[in-house]
């Protein structure tokens, strides 16, 4: 037997060409194109009166100045509602280029084009905008009290309330023997990868076709976009997405306007035309997440039993609702983690306000649940005295009584059912791993000493693998390389070497003579995208199950050419080979030759294939009806449901009695993702989200003063974590196989940045024995919080 | 408003080369548009994310700060200049590679031009020392746990290939 590559330590076959600064990002390409800079408003909400371009037009370079006069055909209209949703009776989204007014600093309102980026800039900065200002709406409050609209006829702010229960939630609470409301809110932070949003675009005007390279999340559905706004056949548009820097969920938002005024321009111009994101521009007018405001109140008795919750919740969407309701749905749901209180209500307001619109970003509204739930738990087990894994547990769903139904709808329009997990022994991991119950002593002791420190806790359970399908292409060569594609995209996740793996075991061959191909639409048409966790589940699957079906292709020419029977053989190191007789073997190539009868030998390889190369049965045709030439296939993975991972992490911390400075002195992640494809890439993926954890729950927030500026739209003044802020991580894995695909796995992308918050409000609840109820949270917001808690009226927790 | 192009010559990665750059032209631009090696990444051009740097004479520098024509005469090293004699993974890179210290590598080239002129001053660094190293590149893929192994990774293979060379009687 080959050796197995699902579940190694494979080092990535991405790396040598990234180390080696033989990547190609976005900017990487089109070093000719023409380049585009725009014109944002500086203001949060006004009508445009005037756009005098006079000024720049006497610069030299200029190639075009666009504005939404300028856009025509479905251009014209507004950009599309990607997700629409029932509830959703107040949806808007921009126009390409702003039309008569803006609604948010950032907005897009002229675009430059020039012979390089700098006269791009030049120019922009000569065209004089007039505006009429407006009111702007800033922050959940303002846009709750809807003294002033963002859009007009949309009254009080609100595009969508949206309410699901189970149960009697109100007639469970009101019996509960304990009862508690509280309040809740999280701030704003965003993606942010190191690589900003960039579109190239190249028109052929020979051959009437488009090829577009974006930084994307989504190839396919851009295409689609693009074709459907240019007016174009789809067949004549392909995009082609480059190595991406890093994406967490900002860049499967699309179209973004760039997305298509690139491409209408460069078809315009019949010449290609890039544009580049600055860091500033990703600030304003890309992408944020996470505000939320969420009132509470919940019964439990007295073993700390939840027994009702009712939830209520308002969500700042920003100016324009261009991807639904997607994220406030996914924070109604997720938030019952492992639990499964007798009751759950749950509404949410999703509100508009004059600041960048809100899109996932990964965690995608489960940080936002996750501390909510997990707040109610510290609350219980405050109130009652007791240790605050015990009141989890308690709570836990069994592993028994999977697959739980919670009677909600998900975020992909199906039952909220979870398929597998085993809460209690990943809690008894985490437990064992971090010293639960050790610690008390060590907080003691260290309190003795002067210091404050705190622990802390946190459970989860996202929902991964969302559909509808991905699916997959594998093609053996005839040099027997394997050649597979998947149609989502990649930004980082090592997708190459994971679908190398899976595809390796399956038809015998080496991870180095696989080469993996994502987010390419002449390779692969047909795919969703990545987000969700969902890449491993979705196109591991899909490439799995399509491997299967060229390996009994494989097997069945073989058996033909060996003169074996299909169920003597195997296949070890690209060769097949009739099991214990190795010797009787024909090597995969060879195979892939055979599968295609050939009329002409354009190489060595295809001489053997030709109709006078023998052994070719004259009574059947040389392709059986039913069949098809090469040694290919091509298959999809298209589940009923999405699969359930879940995790748990504890975290220590120190405050500092003086200055109120927060350091993390421990943080542990008990995570179960199902089987695990990569360790070492799983891994990978929990360190970085536990640091986008760490940065939402300490460092980030996107400060918007009362007149709608993003006044930190800086990497120096947006604080997202070095080295020295995110602590060294200590992980241990439970694998529960989901029963739903053929590979047993769960979505492993996102999981880390969800319980960052929670645990780490909870550890610093811990050490100063005060409330926690808004994050982020630092060290000047605790200071004030200890001046509200004068020490002799604190409780030990 | 025609802008006058400035000659400079720069060693590039061991290679002189010349180009005719506006005043203003960024180092960054000038080594990734001008002289085509885009191995550098541009993340923010305002001198905080470090995935721009590169080694001028030698020094970590922020190549979105400087001036094309201030590196005018410099010798210049980028990540494509960190591979072995041969064109190999050099050790910082094999390195990345070992421990998984990259995931999107949009950040990676400014990590490993970094390191490679730290692990000249400090070849046998400590944890502490590896973590300080870094802690001026921003990372938003990895947690950085991974990149700290990789800087003392990097130095232990330095120290096999020299103790290789010695071994072998050749000047290490
Ligand atoms: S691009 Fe130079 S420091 Fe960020
Ligand atoms: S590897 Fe993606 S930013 Fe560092």
Known sequence: MTTKLFGQRVPRVEDPRLVSGQGRYLDDLGHDALAVAFVRSPHAHARITDIDVTAALDVDGLVAIYTYDDLDGRMAEPLPLLIPHPTLTQGRTPYPLANGEVNHV?????????????????????????????????????????????????????????????????????????????????????????????????????????????????????????????????????????????????????????????????????????????????????????????????GYDEDGVLLGLSVEFWHDH???TPYGLIVPIITSTQLLGPYKPRAYRVEFHSLYTNTVIVTPYRGAGRPQGCFVMERVMDYIARDLDLDRAVVRERNFIQPDEMPYDHGLIFQDGRPLIYDSGDFPASMAMLKSLVGWDEFVAQRDAARREGRRVGIGLACYVEGTGVGPYEGGHVRVETDGTVVVSTGLTTQGQGHQTMLAQIVGDELGVPVDRVRVTTGDTRRFKYAVGTFASRTAVMSGSAVALTARKVRAKALRIAADALEASVDDLEIVDGRVQVKGSPSAQIDLSTVAVLSNPLRYAFDDAARRATQFAGRADPTKPPVDPGDEPGLEGTDYYSPTQSTFANGMHAVIVETDPETAEIKILRYCVVHDCGTVINPMIVEGQVHGGVAQGVGGALYERMEYDASGQLVNASFMDFLMPYASEVPSIEIDHLQTPSPLNPLGVKGAGEAGVIPGSAAIASAIEDAEGFPITAMPISPSELFALRAEHPAPSRRAP | MTETPHDITLTLNGTPRRLSVPARRLLSDAIRHDARLTGTHVGCEHGVCGACTVLVDGQPMRSCLMFAVSADGAEITTTEGCTTATGGLGPVQQAFRDCHALQCGFCTPG??????????????????????????????????????????????????????????????
């Open chain 1, 106 to 298: 950032g907005e897009a309102i002229a675009m430059v084009v020039a012979t390089d980026r700098y006269v791009a800039e030049d120019a922009a900065g000569l065209i004089e905008v007039s505006y009429d200002f407006l009111p702007p709406v800033v922050g959940v409050e303002a846009a709750r009290e809807a003294v002033d609209l963002v859009h007009e006829d949309v009254p009080g702010n609100v595009a969508a309330t949206y309410m699901q229960e189970t149960g009697d939630a109100a007639a469970t609470i009101a019996a509960a023997a304990l009862r508690a409301r509280l309040q809740l809110s999280i701030e704003r932070s965003a993606s942010m990868p190191m690589e900003g949003k960039g579109v190239h675009a190249r028109w052929d005007d020979d051959d009437k076709s488009l090829l577009v390279n974006t930084s994307t999340q989504t190839s396919t559905s851009v295409r689609q976009a693009i074709a459907a706004k240019l007016s174009l056949p789809v067949d004549r548009v392909e995009v082609v997405t480059p190595d991406v820097g890093g994406g967490f969920g900002v860049k499967i938002m699309h179209p973004w306007p760039e997305e298509v005024l690139v491409p209408w321009a460069a078809i315009r111009l019949g010449a290609p035309v890039k544009w580049v994101e600055d860091r500033r521009e990703h600030f304003i007018s890309s992408a944020h997440e996470r505000g939320q405001l969420h009132e509470v109140e919940f």
């Open chain 2, 111 to 172: 990590f490993i031009t970094t390191i490679t002129a730290f692990l000249e001053t400090n070849p046998d660094p400590t944890e502490d020392e590896a973590r300080e190293a870094i802690g001026g590149n921003l990372c938003r893929c990895t947690g950085y746990q991974n990149i700290v192994a990789a800087v003392l990774r990097a130095a232990q293979i330095q120290r096999e290939q020299s103790q290789l060379q010695g071994e072998q009687g050749q000047p290490a």
């Open chain 1, 318 to 320: 920003g100016a324009y």
